[in-house]
């Protein structure tokens, strides 16, 4: 849909998803990174185990659909040639430290006047200014600043982080939407400008009730483990279920829908002639979560513990799909491949690395789109892959690049 | 106002909970008129969710709707109503945008599908955002963050090892990730419109957005044939990485450290220089090989600090940490505060109440915190009149029919 813009990404690992987003929605998106490749490049898993450059993993997952050249933004004729791009580009995307391109003198006032209705995106761990805007941070530290961590965990242990990293996909879908907000504003306008984008603030957008919990009742939210809280009653409540060969989630709701569900399982576990216990004395129609005691919430619990013990996940699925019973499964890697939603929506896609001459899936769109199929085309950029083509687009002859390699610029 | 990036532009609504609350809050923020269309029959279920002003439930005192929903119109219409179906047509014929979160087939079954809408209005865009999308096996089945993440496996990457697989802090979690990739698409759609003349039905699934969460693991399986183990805070490529007690009940801080440099300095902040060449810390593989005892030795001293003095110190040496906020922590967080996280807005039954504010800055056209949260039906009127152009006689003869409750 946005064929015709560029952007030139300059991010880490803090800022791939930004580019990853624009880049899918038919931005020419150019990552620029230094002559040895971006440090981010380090970060594993690897392919086969193989810690290089050019197979990390995690470089792969988000910069795929995007080009790549390198350039060293630190000298002279590196920054010339970067003005260069940035007078093709619609946008800048950069996660360095605050102050940083500043000082290499390729600032949003700079390149607004090299390129008038720049938009220039800024992410960092804390945003661009504030208290805490030198802070050092790993996502860890931003899960935990953000207050996502203090939640996560069970009651009588530590805070437990998401082990995979989170934070900077916050920031980075975050920063795709303040991107095109301002992308739709310059449209308008012609003006461009500065989006700042804070890992923390993006990572703090979802903590569901705790804040009014606090601000109205003075309570504050605390871990529960494989159980849920943030009910009107005291009353805990399971959500994760041990099953035959793993775990499924599921618990009763409030409203209509939770009513809806709770009636369903009864039947279900009675239709496969399993005791349902005190299930049945319950009045689902009129069921209110709201006041619901904690011993009413353990009887109800008994048989669908045992219920649940007696299945195999897949079983669990199946029939909670079939009578609409709101449980899942817990996916492992292997089920999600092998999906069947995932898979009848056509959610994986195998796309070429012709240099390890393999074909990998991926996830092949974020949405799906009546007018325009926004695909994963093709994989992350090897080390200055584009440097030849993109180069020639601004019209730097071979000879030029020759001398640009030796002297250590691109 | 001046900065209102998106003037003019109407989104009529039937998004709800916290998916349709998170999607309209970025449209709303940036000068859109959104309006949601909710029902005294079926009011949006964060209405019904604690915490409650005083502690007395009611549709316009619910702590949880008014801290998502600054900057929305709420417009009561009874869609089961048979007046309903004609009023929310000329709605959507006055609309740039129609957006809705319900299990698929909720909307055909009011008579507004995607064909409905666009002959309302032809180049209309629509979003569904639906758990599971509106096409595939389980695209009826309903969906709840809860069960949505436990789909998309975030739980195998939480917890300790040979302990269970936890759920996220927040159980809802999913229904955070896949607003960002709808309001990017409906922002690239509404220009796509602009300038072809041409609308589009946009079908998201929040699974699918959550699998982008966790791409690195999928390729990691693909690659090495490993499913994600429960590691606790340890990271592969840190030593230490983790969660340290504090002074006081419940109270943590994180610390990690990249490399050895950072190793110095935390070892002079704990005032451990003898540790720095230790041949148990010296390198990163024997610090890797002895990481409990590393932890053991970090939390003997951060144990006498608040996390906040723990952050402070660790900080002024170079070494990344951070308090492990709570809600009040976070609630009077200063670096928040100074990116207006919060709005605070006086609410006709809240009173002066703390809603979510702004997401990141834009140096131009800041976001406008311009009215609370609404209550239900508050807008009922300036929509019918003001955008709709009904009546007075007409929308009186509306009101006694009831469809406007």
Redesign the interface.
């Known amino acids: ?2 064929t015709g813009c560029r952007a030139l990404d300059l991010t880490d690992e803090k800022g791939f ?1 930004c580019g990853k ?2 880049a899918d ?2 931005v020419d998106v150019i990552k620029v990174e230094r002559p040895t490749g971006d440090p981010s490049r380090r ?7 193989i810690a290089e450059p050019e197979k990390s ?2 470089w ?3 910069n795929s659909n995007k080009r790549g050249i390198t350039l060293n933004l630190e000298v002279s004729d590196g920054k010339e040639i970067f003005k260069e791009l940035v007078s093709t580009a619609d946008f800048v995307i950069e996660s360095f430290p605050p102050g940083y391109i500043e000082k290499l003198g390729i600032g ?1 006032s700079t390149l607004s006047s090299v390129k008038g209705g720049i938009i220039l995106t800024s992410i960092t761990p ?8 030198n ?4 996502d ?15 009651r009588e ?8 990293p ?1 934070a900077c ?2 920031a980075g ?13 310059r ?2 306008t012609g ?8 890992m ?3 990572t ?14 003075g309570t ?4 529960a ?2 159980f ?1 809280t ?3 009653t005291d009353a805990v409540q399971r ?2 279920w041990r099953c035959k060969d793993g ?5 009763l ?3 209509l ?1 939770g009513a ?2 709770g009636q369903r399982l009864t039947e279900w576990i009675e239709a496969e002639g399993m005791d349902s216990g005190y299930l049945q004395s319950v009045d689902w129609a009129n069921f209110d979560m ?1 006041n619901v005691t904690q011993e009413v919430i353990d009887q109800i619990s008994r048989p669908i513990e045992e219920f649940f013990l007696s299945h195999t996940k897949r079983e669990l699925l199946e029939g ?2 079939k009578r ?1 019973v ?12 092998d ?4 898979k ?2 056509n ?1 994986w896609v195998e796309i070429e690395h012709p240099e390890l001459g393999i074909s ?4 092949r769109e ?7 199929a ?1 695909l994963t085309r093709f994989r992350a950029p090897l080390i200055g892959e584009h440097n030849k083509e993109i180069y020639s687009e601004i019209g730097l002859s071979r000879q030029d690049l020759v001398l640009l390699k030796q002297a250590g610029i691109v | 106002m001046e900065n209102d ?2 003037r003019g532009i109407k989104v009529v609504s039937f998004g709800w909970a ?1 998916v349709g609350a ?1 999607t309209m809050r ?1 449209l709303a923020n ?1 000068g859109a008129t959104v309006i949601k269309i909710e029902s005294e029959s079926r009011p949006d ?1 964060l209405r ?6 005083d ?1 007395k ?1 009611g549709s316009n005192r619910s ?2 709707f ?2 998502f929903n600054a900057n929305i119109l709420s417009m009561a219409l009874n869609i089961t109503h048979p007046l309903a179906l004609k009023i929310a047509k000329e709605l959507v014929a006055k609309a740039d945008i129609v957006m809705e979160n319900f299990t698929p087939g909720v909307m055909e079954r009011y008579g507004l599908g995607y064909e409905e809408l666009k002959k309302a209005k032809p180049d209309i865009i629509v979003l569904r955002q639906s758990g ?2 509106s ?10 963050g ?15 090892p040979s ?11 999913t ?3 896949s607003p ?6 409906l ?6 419109r ?1 300038k072809t003349g ?1 609308g ?6 929040q ?3 959550t ?14 044939g ?3 183990l ?4 340890s ?4 030593v230490p ?3 340290y ?1 504090c002074k006081g009940n ?1 109270r ?3 610390i ?1 450290v ?1 490399n050895d440099e950072e190793w110095v300095q935390l070892c002079r902040v704990i005032g451990k220089p003898e540790y720095i060449d230790d041949p148990r810390f010296n390198t990163f593989l024997n610090r890797r090989k002895n990481e409990s005892e590393i932890n053991r030795v970090i939390s003997e001293w951060t144990i006498n600090f608040i996390p906040e003095e723990v ?1 402070t110190q660790m ?1 002024s040496a ?14 009077a ?4 505060r ?2 207006n ?2 709005w605070r807005l006086n609410h006709p039954e809240m009173g002066f ?2 809603h ?1 504010g ?8 800041p976001a406008e915190k311009r009215m609370p949260s609404p209550c239900l039906g508050e807008h009922t009127e300036y929509v019918c009149t003001n955008i709709l152009g009904i009546s007075d006689e007409k929308f009186v003869e509306l009101l006694q029919s009831g469809v406007l409750t």
């Open positions: 849909m946005l998803l987003i624009l929605l038919g970060i594993g898993p690897f392919w086969h185990d993993l995690y792969w997952a988000y949003y804390f945003g661009l200014a504030g208290p805490y805007k802070y050092k941070a790993s860890i530290v931003v899960m935990g600043m953000a207050g996502m961590l203090y939640l996560t965990g069970e242990s530590p805070p437990v982080n998401i082990s995979i989170q996909l916050h879908a975050d920063a795709a939407v303040g991107t095109m907000i301002a992308y739709y504003h449209e308008r003006e461009g400008q500065h989006v700042d984008i804070s923390q603030q993006s703090a957008l979802f903590l569901a009730n705790t804040i009014p919990f606090w601000e109205l009742y504050i939210t605390r871990r483990g494989v849920r943030g009910m009107s959500q994760v775990y499924v989630f599921f618990a709701l409030g409203g829908a809806r569900t709201g909670a799909v609409q709101s449980a899942c499964q817990l996916s492992s890697i292997q089920d999600l491949l999906d069947a939603t995932l009848a929506r959610l990998v899936s991926y996830p974020f949405v799906k789109s009546s007018e325009k926004l | 990036v998106f916290i998170l970025y940036y279920v019904t969710s604690p915490p409650f002003k502690g439930a702590g949880y008014n801290y599971f999308g096409s595939g096996p389980y695209a009826s089945l309903p969906a709840f809860m069960t949505l993440n436990a789909m998309a496996g975030i739980p195998n990457f939480i917890g300790w302990g269970e697989p936890l759920p996220p802090g927040v159980a809802a979690y229904d955070c990730i960002r990739f709808a309001v990017a698409t922002i690239a759609a509404l220009d796509y602009n041409k589009q039905l946009l079908d998201i699934s699974l699918e957005s699998v982008y969460f966790i791409i690195p693991a999928i390729l990691d399986y693909i690659s090495n490993r499913e994600p429960l590691v606790g805070n990271c592969s490529y840190a990485h983790g969660v007690p419940d943590w801080c994180t990690t990249f952050m900080q170079g070494v990344a940490a951070g308090a492990v906020k709570d809600a009040a922590d976070i609630y967080d200063p670096q928040l100074q990116r996280f919060f109440f703390t979510l702004e997401s990141f800055k834009l140096s131009k056209t």
